[in-house]
């Protein structure tokens, strides 16, 4: 996949992080008129301008590296549909088509193709906008043709139907030959049938080949990929989480509101991977991120138990009972996440969890120890051990000779 040209500016990337943001001004704006917002699609809204801002900043501080445009023109379409579909309901279904423009809302109203497509590349391209290696080429081919078939064939539809004054729009903006295709659109059935699977064929390839990848690499590299992996398996169960969470009551409210901010673990991945900024507090986050999860499904658990308990067994009110849950809940959650905490270290975070353990077994030892040179000599190999710093210097008082280690 060939780079960008060098023409390609830094403004280029906060111009068009401009555009996306007036994208989504304006689909807020078109959808409020046509009485389509819901406060349900703000956690959309977060997801994609977290993809925006990642996009800007990779493409800002690498504007040859594909990446960061891959990245931004996910929210930038996706922004676009939103705008052109609530566009087109407006129009046909409230003005009757008497508005300006409404033709071409309608054949924008499909552009979130482009970001599907753009959005598995994403994944193959990771982290330097290049492709692993040949052998993927076929299939990053056929990937791009059946999104330009998917693509042409929408345009195709939509057109004739602006062009044949027989726009019929649905509920969610769309155009209702393509939800419905029949008679002469009776084609475009197969190559829905066809698109969808494929693309999902393509996008668990490329995230098996960078799980093969991350077990041959090494260093930098190796990081990089577990930001990549750990921030795409926390998106896909946040994602679950958001769809089996239907009507979040009491402490699933935080479990749905984690599982929110869990879906921008991706696109904040990412970002973190290609600029290698904390890139080595990977394993750390990891164990935190883990923890937490733990933690947060435990005291649910813990929440439901009781509240059921309360009311079903001892038949407590339920406002009684919630209340009662709530506190059970809260204090136990300190203890709790001090455990979970030490017990996902020595699984997740061995280094930590070994430098914990040293540094407890050195203050064991100095409660006991009598002799400075000994102390003196048990605390360098402590630092070593811990820290692994290139230098160490001990001062003691000037009535005590030093010993620099």
């Given at each position: ?16 992080g ?12 078109f ?34 590296n ?26 046909y ?16 109203a ?63 903006g ?6 419905y ?30 799980v ?10 190796r ?10 398996t ?58 937490y ?9 813990v929440?439901a ?13 339920n ?13 136990l959650?300190s ?6 905490q030490?017990a ?34 048990d ?8 820290l ?18």
């Amino acid at each position: 996949m060939p780079a960008p040209a060098r023409v390609v500016r830094p403004a280029a990337a906060l111009a068009a992080g401009v555009l996306t943001l007036l994208l989504l001004v304006a689909a807020a704006v078109f959808s409020s008129a046509a009485h389509q917002f819901k406060l349900s699609d703000l956690g959309q809204v977060a997801l994609l301008l977290s993809f925006a801002v990642v996009g800007v900043v990779v493409a800002w501080h690498q504007p040859r590296n594909p990446m960061g445009w891959v990245v931004l023109g996910v929210p930038f379409f996706l922004f676009l549909t939103d705008s052109a579909s609530s566009y087109s309901y407006l129009d046909y279904r409230l003005h009757g088509g008497q508005l300006p423009l409404g033709g071409l809302a309608v054949l924008l109203a499909p552009s979130w193709a482009p970001a599907i497509v753009l959005a598995g590349l994403s994944v193959l391209l990771f982290p330097d906008g290049r492709l692993p290696s040949r052998r993927w080429r076929p299939m990053v081919w056929i990937y791009l043709a059946l999104g330009a078939l998917w693509l042409g064939g929408v345009f195709a539809i939509s057109l004739i139907a602006v062009l044949g004054h027989h726009v019929s729009i649905d509920s969610s903006g769309g155009l209702t030959s393509l939800d419905y295709p029949a008679g002469a659109t009776a084609w475009w059935g197969t190559v829905q049938k066809v698109f969808f699977p494929a693309a999902a064929v393509c996008w668990l390839a490329w995230l098996a080949g960078q799980v093969v990848s991350y077990r041959r690499s090494s260093g930098e590299r190796r990081l990089q990929l577990k930001w990549l992996l750990s921030g795409g398996t926390v998106f896909i169960v946040a994602a679950i989480a958001l769809v089996w969470i239907n009507t979040p009551a009491g402490w699933w409210r935080v479990a749905d509101a984690l599982a929110a901010i869990g879906t921008a673990a991706l696109p904040v991945s990412i970002g973190f991977g290609i600029l290698k900024f904390r890139l080595y507090d990977i394993d750390r986050i990891i164990s935190r991120t883990l923890a937490y999860a733990i933690v947060t499904g435990l005291l649910i658990g813990v929440y439901a138990g009781l509240v059921l308990l309360a009311t079903q067994v001892f038949l407590f009110h339920n406002s009684v009972a919630v209340a009662a849950a709530t506190l059970v809940a809260a204090a136990l959650f300190s203890p709790v996440r001090h455990r979970v905490q030490r017990a996902v270290d020595h699984r997740f975070n061995r280094a930590r969890y070994d430098a914990d353990q040293t540094v407890a077994a050195f203050a064991a030892r100095l409660q006991d120890a009598v002799d400075l040179g000994t102390v003196h000599s048990d605390l360098l190999s402590t630092v070593d051990q811990v820290l692994q710093p290139a230098h160490v210097t001990v001062w003691t008082p000037p009535a005590t000779a030093s010993r620099p280690g």
